[in-house]
Structure formats: C-alpha cells, structure tokens
C-alpha cells in the first residue's frame, strides 16, 4: 500500500476557484489540503490581466441585473440563468470581500467616489440591457489576476491550510456506489505515490487550452481535471466552446488583455481602418469576443490582414499617450516590448484571435456539486466530488465568457462549493471504506511509464494534436474539417500506445509529468472534436460555415460527452433565474 | 536558423555522480526568442533536461534560474545578445534538487515569517474600505513580486545567513503590508524586523535591485522600514 494522509477536503488546484473554497473550509476549522502540481502563485489566475467583473457602480450607474442580462446575451442564451443569477446578485459582496481580504485594487482619483474600486469598461457590458457601454470591470492596474491569487495564497497562509506543492494529482478514488474518497497523487519531487484520503474532493485544475497550438494560456493549462473526471466515468460539457480572444500576438500568444480596448484603443486593418464599426455598429471594439474575433478572420481572410504575411491585425493604443499607459497598461506595455518587439506607447501591437479560455467542462450544479445522468436524471449530483473554476461547467459562460466574469466565477463558485462542502461534510461524519481497485488504476498510470516503450515521443505526439485543433477546430469549422480532424486525432491517440519516456529517474521527473498531461490533454481535444462536429448550428464561439445560424429550435442545450464508445448526450439549458423573470432568447447583435 | 551554443548545469542525485556542465548545440533562429524556448527544444532531444516554467511571459515566478552569471527569468530573457556558449546554472546557494530546479523551502519560510496578509482588525464595512489613488499609489513596485527568488539568491547577505537574514524578497513584502493604508500591524511588523539579522543585515549593496525581472526595488524598500525603525526609536 502507498503511504497515506488523511484529511476532511482536499482541493485538488491552487488557482483562485481553489484556494477561495479551501478558505472557506480552512476558516470552519476543517481539515483541508491543497494539492497543486506548482507552487500556488505560479498557476495560471496570476497571468489574468484586465479585472474581474461586478456592478459596484462606482463609475457610471450599475446594476446587477444589467449584469446578469450582458451575460446571458453574451453566452448567446446557453449560459443557464439560475447560476448566472446567482453569480451576477453576488458579485459586488464577492469584489468587496476581496478588497476586505486586502486585494490591492486600483482606486478612482478624485470625484465622489474618490478612494473607491477602479472600474473601466470591457466589451459586452451595458447599462439598461443592452444600452450605454456600462465600466464594470474592477482592476488592479493590469495585474488583476496576480493580485488576487497572491491576496488569496496570503489568506490562506494566515488560515492555517495545509499545502501540497508540486504535487500531481493521477486519479480519482472511487468506491462500487459512486462516492469519490480522495485523489492519489505523485509528489514530483520523490517520485512517491500518495493516497489523499478526503470525504470531500474539489476538482480546480483550471483550463486546458494547451490542446491547441497557439494558445493565451500557460503551459500548465492540460486539463488534468477533465481527464480524471473522464476516466472516473463522468461527462464533459458544452466541450465545443473555446473562446478564441481576439488580441493575441501572433506565434507566441501572450494576451494584450481587453482593457486595451476598454482604455480606449482600438483595431485598424492593413489600410489602418478602424474596422469594428461595421461589424457592431454600437458597441465598436468593445462587441462581445466571439464578434471581434470573428471580423478579425474575415479581414485576415478578405486580405487585409497587417505585416508581411497579411496574418493579423494592429491594435493601437499609442494615441492614449504614455501616461496613462504606463498607468494603467505597465504589464502589456512589457509583454508587447519583449514578445512583439513593439513599445504600444510608438507604435500599434501586432494582434490575432488566439485560442484563451474553456467554456465547457466538468459539469456541475450551484453549489459547486458535480452532476451526472447516473440513474434518476441529468443532473445528480455524485457524491463527496466538486468542482470549480474554468475546470467546471456550471455553466454561467454557455456559449462565449465575457471578460471579467472568470474571476468572479472562481470566487463565487469557489465559495459555493467550499460552503456546500462544510454542509456534506457535516451529513457524512465517517470516511467510507477504500476500495483497492482506484489506487490500483492510478499507479498502473504512473508504471506504464516506467516501461520501455517504442519510438514514439511524447512532445511530438502533442505537438500533432495542437496543429489538429489549430487547424480543424479554428474560429470557423466545418463538418469535412472536423471528420477529418478526428481520423487525424485517432491516429495519433492510436500512437499514444508506443510513446516512452528516455527519463528513468524518481526525482522531479518532468518527462514523465508531460506524458501524464498528455494523457489528459487528448481526450479533452477529442470531446472538442466530437461535440464541435454533432453541433449543427452557430452560437457564440462555435461558428459552423455550414450552419450559420443560431437553432434554438434544436440546439438551445448543453452537450454531454463520455469518454466511453464517444458517446454524447444532451441537457436541457436552465432558462429560469432564481427570482428574476427570465431573459428570453433573441438575437444577438452588439 | 543559427547553431546556439549552451552550458547547462546538469546534476541527477540519483546517479550518485557530481554535478557537470554539459555542452549542448542547438538549431534555433533566436530572434525574438528567449532561454525557455531553447530550453524547451531542448528537452525534446533529451527529456531527462529538468527545469520549473508555467506562464512562460514572466508572470509567475517558475524559472528563475542564472544565466550568464547573471539571475534571471529564462522566459523573458532574449536568445539574441547573450554570450556564447550561454552558461546556465540553478539559483546560487539553495540546495538542488535536479538540473536546473532548486529546493525553495528556505526562501518561502522567510515569506511566511513576516506574515504576508493584510491585517485589520476593524468589523468589515458594507463596501470597500476607502484607499486614495494617492495611498494606494504607495504600493506600486510593492505589490507586483512574483516570488521568483532572483534577488534573494543574488544577495550577498543571504549568502552569509541564509537561515537569519530575511532576504531582500520577504522584506519587499514586509514593506509592501507596512506601507498599506488599510493595514494596523505596523509596530508589531517592526518588532518583528527589529532585529541583527532579520533586517540589519542589509548592507545596500543593490545586487538585488539589478536583477529583479519585474523592475522592483527592494533596497528601496528595506531602507523604507529602517527609516521608519529609526523614526519610532525617537
Ligand atoms: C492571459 C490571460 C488573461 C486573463 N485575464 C482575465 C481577466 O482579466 N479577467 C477574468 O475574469 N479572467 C481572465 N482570464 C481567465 C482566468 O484567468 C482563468 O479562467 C482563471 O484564472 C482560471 O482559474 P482556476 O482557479 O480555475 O484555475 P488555475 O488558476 O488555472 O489553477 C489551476 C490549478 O490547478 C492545479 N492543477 C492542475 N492540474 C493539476 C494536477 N494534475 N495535480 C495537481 N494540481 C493540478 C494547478 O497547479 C493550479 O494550481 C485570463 C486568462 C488568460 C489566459
Ligand atoms: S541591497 Fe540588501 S537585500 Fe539587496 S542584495 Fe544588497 S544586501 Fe541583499
Ligand atoms: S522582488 Fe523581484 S526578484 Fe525578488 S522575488 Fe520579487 S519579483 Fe523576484
Ligand atoms: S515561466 Fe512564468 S515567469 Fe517564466
């Protein structure tokens, strides 16, 4: 047997939906290990940059409502309005408890609100459903994301939660009725296997966009969670959503964040037209992602792309003047100095759609419970797992995310689920008896590589599929693109088998970490494929050539894929708020 | 394409062998490049190459490592204008664990010990507590440490004392807690930092300052709280 440590929860991810829920367990006095397979700074919320998303009305007059009405528009109506509701009334008092936490925000000059929270404009938000351009987006200067997950690791440290850094976590546990009983996890420093025993197991493994080419995130980003919910039996959801953010740099993909535009810079083509304004007559450069990405393409695509390929647009911000942006842009006036080799403060940034953010993921209910059709339903809740974070799919984002709502998604779901578990934890006293099967299932993972393989290597298998997504998963898909691109993907899941690792060693094998990531990487590109090829119809950032419409007639529900024979199901989208009247589905123009 | 010489560090305890420097020729075009990249290309040739990297833009802190003899991120350091062969070698005077990766324990117990949260004991207001944008302004080159280790390990006076001395990271966090308007620890901070080792062992010698990735000063900010220590003694 492997060597055991036994705890109340344990969270496996040490992002922000991660670290807000272990606060929220540490300060009940339960036991709670985060588990993360870097030290908790270096996850991927550090990297967020423009803000997170709450009617503080600090600016300009707000409302939650208003709130709930952009996201449920921005999702083009597959977001469900339950959580949405839930996740939009929470927002100010989820902002302001992170300002209690000591969150850093930037602060207005000045005015009535003098000393109060930063706010500025992101694309997709009004006043009045769908009026004025509302500034609801709160903000530590460009730095928002390391702000709060520095602020969020520091109230941890003076909770008292125990840390598991550079630990990976392998599989889940889980006994004959379906109840998870922990994670067995590999401690990369020793090389050693662990058995994490919890009654309570959150999943905060954060994205997976790494099963593309050109990606906004970080290399850490390989749905590790997605890949042990898939193998534990469990469902993906709505995998057919990637938000492609319009303003990446070209190659690298490093983000020049939304804020940019929300500052007051804008896009010029080749002939340096600002082209937005006819794509979205009213909302200009601050439309909804899925729109500018799209006019984007169709620009690259008409030949009016910028540089020498013709492959990208231009964002210019140097007309805001160096003050401001080094005010208020210091960390993309850096990244754009050494990734583009531009200073936006002379000259405009060479930007294109660059794949940012998971929509879809491991489905769950509003308190953070993940849910399956088991026996009695779509959505039953199975027992001691949640999950929380861009990892889950919960789902408030449904077909495209508006900026700024990731954040706040960490925090209030976070919060949610680390509240629901207190109660679980409350109702199941006892720790269930191990199975021997779960830890067997996840050690034989660890063996496989151990063994001398045939001449397949990891870093070329991975490669390959990133060029598959790339290629035939883009901003637009077709069907002959997408059956195609699973023949392609089968063909390198058939090689997985006669991969090897050269690396023999224990000790901090990091070889071996890539093979156990790519492990979880190709079934998320898989679900991508096959959920983008059943959805016969456009919505948000699923853009069909060959069905350009929106069909609510057919599609107004979230896709469900199992791991098993590729198998897909569907759940109705929940069209009713908590309290509110619903917003009903209409068309979608910015 | 052009060929890239490098030096790297290569250490496996496991091996039972002492550390080497291996030689290593690469096919790489370099421009607009960084370490990383050629650390990664690399690894794909011989994957047993052990290194830490996450956001790979010089936001998370992972690969700090010393480069020319110089601490720095890999990820944002430029192939181009770097001597060659590029010599690179783990954080100086923290114990290895493989290669390029090194055992941070020691640095992040002197981050724990200067109690790196905000404190404020007051009930919690409906809203926000109120901070001027001219208060709040104070904290910029405070707030933005990615915990990287680059300076600590540059310090001369960490060196000496590794186990006593703070190191000039944890005292930009100190200082980052003591400057904030909305934090009431201030006195019990300086207790804590009153002291030989703690804090005094600082002797300016800015090594730390020049080769901080984010632009951060935390001379600077040391001198801050040994003015304010000098200021409460009166
Ligand atoms: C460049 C960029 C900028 C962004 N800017 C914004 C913004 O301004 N506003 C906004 O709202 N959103 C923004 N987003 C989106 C947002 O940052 C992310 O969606 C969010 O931070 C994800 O947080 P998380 O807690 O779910 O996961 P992460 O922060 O990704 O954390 C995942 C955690 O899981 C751990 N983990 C993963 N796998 C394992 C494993 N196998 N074993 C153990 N641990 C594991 C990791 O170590 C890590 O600790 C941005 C995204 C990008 C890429
Ligand atoms: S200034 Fe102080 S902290 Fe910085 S390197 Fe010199 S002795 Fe170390
Ligand atoms: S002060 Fe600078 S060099 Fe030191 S840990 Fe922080 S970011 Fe790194
Ligand atoms: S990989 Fe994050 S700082 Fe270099």
Same mark, same amino acid.
């Given at each position: 047997?492997?060597?055991?440590?036994?705890?109340?929860?344990?969270?496996?991810?040490?992002?922000?939906?991660?670290?807000?829920?272990?606060?929220?367990?540490?300060?009940?006095?339960?036991?709670?290990?985060?588990?993360?397979?870097?030290?908790?700074?270096?996850?991927?919320?550090?990297?967020?940059?423009?803000?997170?998303?709450?009617?503080?009305? !600090?600016?300009?007059?707000? +409302?939650?409502?208003?709130?709930?009405?952009?996201?449920?528009?921005?999702?083009?109506?597959?977001?469900?309005?339950?959580?949405?509701?839930?996740?939009?009334? !929470?927002?100010?008092?989820?902002?302001?408890?992170?300002?209690?936490?000591?969150?850093?925000?930037?602060?207005?000059?000045?005015?009535?609100?003098?000393?109060?929270?930063?706010?500025?404009?992101?694309?997709?938000?009004?006043?009045?459903? #769908?009026?004025?351009?509302?500034?609801?987006?709160?903000?530590?200067?460009?730095?928002?994301?390391?702000?709060?997950? +520095?602020?969020?690791?520091?109230?941890?440290?003076?909770?008292?939660?125990?840390?598991?850094?550079?630990? /990976?976590?392998?599989?889940?546990?889980?006994?004959?009725?379906?109840?998870?009983? #922990?994670?067995?996890?590999?401690?990369?420093?020793?090389?050693?296997?662990?058995?994490?025993?919890?009654?309570?197991?959150?999943?905060?493994?954060?994205?997976?966009?790494?099963?593309?080419?050109?990606?906004? !995130?970080?290399?850490?980003?390989?749905?590790?969670?997605?890949?042990?919910?898939?193998?534990?039996?469990?469902?993906?959801?709505?995998?057919?959503?990637?938000?492609?953010?319009?303003?990446?740099?070209?190659?690298?993909?490093?983000?020049?964040?939304?804020?940019?535009?929300?500052?007051?810079?804008?896009?010029?083509?080749?002939?340096?037209?600002? /082209?937005?304004?006819?794509?979205?007559?009213?909302?200009?450069?601050?439309?909804?992602?899925?729109?500018?990405?799209?006019?984007?393409?169709?620009?690259?695509?008409?030949?009016?792309?910028?540089?020498?390929?013709?492959?990208?647009?231009?964002?210019?911000?140097?007309?805001?003047?160096?003050? %401001?942006?080094?005010?208020?842009?210091?960390?993309?006036?850096?990244?754009?100095?050494?990734?583009?080799?531009?200073?936006?403060?002379?000259?405009?940034?060479?930007?294109?759609?660059?794949?940012?953010?998971?929509?879809?993921?491991?489905?769950?209910?509003? +308190? #953070?419970?993940?849910?399956?059709?088991?026996?009695?339903?779509?959505?039953?809740?199975?027992?001691?797992?949640?999950?929380?974070?861009?990892?889950?799919?919960?789902?408030?984002?449904?077909?495209?995310?508006?900026?700024?709502?990731?954040?706040?998604?960490?925090?209030?779901?976070?919060?949610?689920?680390?509240?629901?578990?207190?109660?679980?934890?409350?109702?199941?006293?006892?720790?269930?008896?191990?199975?021997?099967?779960?830890?067997?299932?996840?050690?034989?993972?660890?063996?496989?590589?151990?063994?001398? #393989?045939?001449?397949?290597?990891?870093?070329? %298998?991975?490669?390959?599929?990133?060029?598959?997504?790339?290629?035939?998963?883009?901003?637009?898909?077709?069907?002959?693109?997408?059956?195609?691109?699973?023949?392609?993907?089968?063909?390198?899941?058939?090689?997985?088998?006669?991969?090897?690792?050269?690396?023999?060693?224990?000790?901090?094998?990091?070889?071996?970490?890539?093979?156990?990531?790519?492990?979880?990487?190709?079934?998320?590109?898989?679900?991508?494929?096959?959920?983008?090829?059943?959805?016969?119809?456009?919505?948000?950032?699923?853009?069909?050539?060959?069905?350009?419409?929106?069909?609510?007639?057919?599609?107004?529900?979230?896709?469900?894929?199992?791991?098993?024979?590729?198998?897909?199901?569907?759940?109705?989208?929940?069209?009713?708020?908590?309290?509110?009247?619903?917003?009903?589905?209409?068309?979608?123009?910015? | 394409?052009?060929?890239?010489?490098?030096?790297?560090?290569?250490?496996?305890?496991?091996?039972?062998?002492?550390?080497?420097?291996?030689?290593?020729?690469?096919?790489?075009?370099?421009?607009?490049?960084?370490?990383?990249?050629?650390?990664?290309?690399?690894?794909?040739?011989?994957?047993?190459?052990?290194?830490?990297?996450?956001?790979?833009?010089?936001?998370?802190?992972?690969?700090?490592?010393?480069?020319?003899?110089?601490?720095?991120?890999?990820?944002?350091?430029?192939?181009?204008?770097?001597?060659?062969?590029?010599?690179?070698?783990?954080?100086?005077?923290?114990?290895?664990?493989?290669?390029?990766?090194?055992?941070?324990?020691?640095?992040?117990?002197?981050?724990?010990?200067?109690?790196?949260?905000?404190?404020?004991?007051?009930?919690?207001?409906?809203?926000?507590?109120?901070?001027?944008?001219?208060?709040?302004?104070?904290?910029?080159?405070?707030?933005?440490?990615? &915990?990287?280790?680059?300076?600590?390990?540059?310090?001369?006076?960490?060196?000496?004392?590794?186990?006593?001395? &703070?190191?000039?990271?944890?005292?930009?966090?100190?200082?980052?807690?003591?400057?904030?308007?909305?934090?009431?620890?201030?006195?019990?901070? &300086?207790?804590?930092?009153?002291?030989?080792?703690?804090?005094?062992?600082?002797?300016?010698?800015?090594?730390?300052?020049?080769?901080?990735?984010?632009?951060?000063?935390?001379?600077?900010?040391?001198?801050?709280?040994?003015?304010?220590?000098?200021?409460?003694? &009166?």
């Amino acid at each position: 047997m492997i060597p055991k440590r036994t705890f109340d929860a344990v969270i496996v991810g040490g992002g922000g939906a991660g670290l807000r829920a272990a606060l929220q367990l540490a300060r009940a006095d339960l036991k709670v290990a985060v588990l993360s397979k870097v030290f908790p700074t270096r996850s991927h919320t550090v990297s967020a940059q423009g803000g997170i998303t709450a009617a503080l009305g !600090n600016v300009t007059e707000d +409302h939650w409502h208003w709130h709930m009405y952009d996201t449920v528009k921005g999702s083009d109506y597959l977001g469900d309005q339950d959580a949405i509701e839930l996740m939009c009334r !929470n927002a100010a008092s989820a902002v302001y408890e992170l300002e209690h936490m000591g969150l850093p925000f930037s602060r207005l000059e000045g005015g009535r609100n003098a000393g109060r929270i930063y706010q500025r404009p992101f694309g997709g938000q009004s006043q009045r459903y #769908g009026g004025e351009q509302a500034v609801r987006t709160c903000a530590a200067a460009d730095r928002t994301g390391h702000a709060l997950l +520095h602020t969020l690791y520091q109230r941890n440290i003076a909770a008292r939660t125990q840390f598991f850094d550079e630990f /990976f976590a392998l599989d889940l546990v889980r006994d004959a009725e379906g109840y998870i009983l #922990g994670v067995v996890a590999l401690e990369i420093e020793t090389g050693e296997a662990w058995l994490i025993e919890a009654r309570a197991t959150l999943l905060a493994t954060g994205g997976a966009a790494r099963v593309f080419r050109h990606s906004t !995130n970080a290399l850490i980003n390989t749905g590790d969670g997605l890949g042990m919910a898939l193998r534990a039996g469990l469902p993906l959801e709505d995998m057919e959503f990637w938000q492609f953010h319009p303003t990446g740099i070209p190659e690298v993909g490093c983000l020049m964040t939304e804020a940019c535009r929300g500052e007051g810079g804008y896009l010029v083509n080749r002939q340096g037209e600002r /082209f937005m304004p006819r794509y979205a007559p009213h909302a200009q450069d601050l439309a909804s992602r899925d729109v500018v990405s799209r006019a984007i393409a169709e620009e690259i695509e008409a030949g009016r792309g910028c540089g020498e390929h013709g492959d990208h647009v231009c964002l210019k911000l140097d007309h805001l003047g160096a003050a %401001l942006i080094q005010e208020r842009l210091p960390g993309i006036r850096d990244l754009s100095i050494r990734f583009a080799g531009v200073d936006p403060v002379h000259e405009a940034i060479p930007v294109t759609p660059t794949v940012h953010y998971m929509m879809g993921g491991i489905p769950t209910n509003l +308190h #953070g419970q993940v849910v399956a059709p088991v026996r009695y339903g779509p959505e039953e809740p199975v027992p001691g797992l949640y999950a929380a974070g861009e990892c889950a799919c919960v789902s408030v984002h449904g077909a495209n995310r508006l900026g700024g709502n990731s954040l706040l998604d960490l925090v209030v779901f976070g919060r949610a689920a680390g509240e629901h578990m207190i109660e679980y934890l409350r109702e199941n006293r006892y720790p269930r008896a191990l199975p021997r099967s779960g830890v067997e299932r996840a050690l034989e993972r660890l063996a496989r590589w151990d063994r001398p #393989g045939g001449d397949e290597r990891v870093p070329r %298998l991975r490669e390959d599929m990133q060029r598959i997504l790339q290629r035939h998963c883009g901003v637009y898909r077709r069907e002959d693109l997408l059956e195609e691109g699973i023949g392609k993907l089968d063909a390198v899941g058939a090689r997985l088998a006669d991969a090897a690792i050269e690396d023999r060693g224990r000790l901090f094998n990091t070889a071996r970490l890539e093979a156990l990531e790519l492990e979880n990487l190709l079934p998320v590109a898989r679900a991508t494929l096959v959920c983008a090829l059943a959805r016969a119809e456009s919505r948000g950032a699923h853009a069909r050539e060959d069905y350009p419409a929106r069909d609510d007639d057919h599609w107004l529900r979230h896709s469900l894929y199992f791991l098993a024979g590729d198998q897909l199901d569907y759940k109705p989208v929940r069209l009713k708020p908590l309290t509110v009247e619903p917003f009903q589905p209409k068309e979608r123009s910015y | 394409m052009a060929r890239l010489r490098l030096r790297i560090y290569r250490y496996d305890p496991e091996s039972g062998a002492a550390p080497v420097m291996r030689d290593y020729e690469l096919e790489i075009d370099p421009r607009g490049r960084m370490v990383l990249d050629a650390l990664l290309a690399l690894k794909e040739l011989d994957d047993s190459l052990a290194f830490r990297r996450s956001c790979r833009e010089g936001v998370c802190g992972s690969d700090g490592m010393n480069i020319n003899g110089v601490n720095a991120l890999a990820c944002v350091t430029p192939l181009e204008g770097l001597r060659q062969p590029i010599e690179i070698r783990p954080l100086p005077r923290l114990p290895v664990v493989r290669d390029l990766i090194v055992d941070m324990s020691q640095f992040f117990q002197h981050y724990r010990a200067v109690k790196p949260y905000l404190i404020n004991l007051d009930p919690e207001p409906e809203n926000e507590r109120p901070q001027s944008a001219a208060e709040r302004a104070e904290l910029d080159g405070l707030w933005e440490c990615i &915990l990287c280790g680059c300076c600590t390990t540059a310090c001369p006076s960490f060196w000496w004392n590794p186990d006593r001395f &703070l190191g000039p990271a944890a005292l930009l966090q100190a200082c980052r807690f003591i400057t904030d308007s909305r934090d009431q620890a201030t006195d019990e901070r &300086l207790d804590y930092l009153e002291d030989r080792y703690r804090l005094f062992r600082c002797h300016g010698i800015m090594n730390c300052v020049e080769v901080c990735p984010k632009g951060l000063n935390p001379t600077a900010a040391i001198g801050k709280i040994k003015k304010l220590l000098v200021k409460r003694a &009166l």
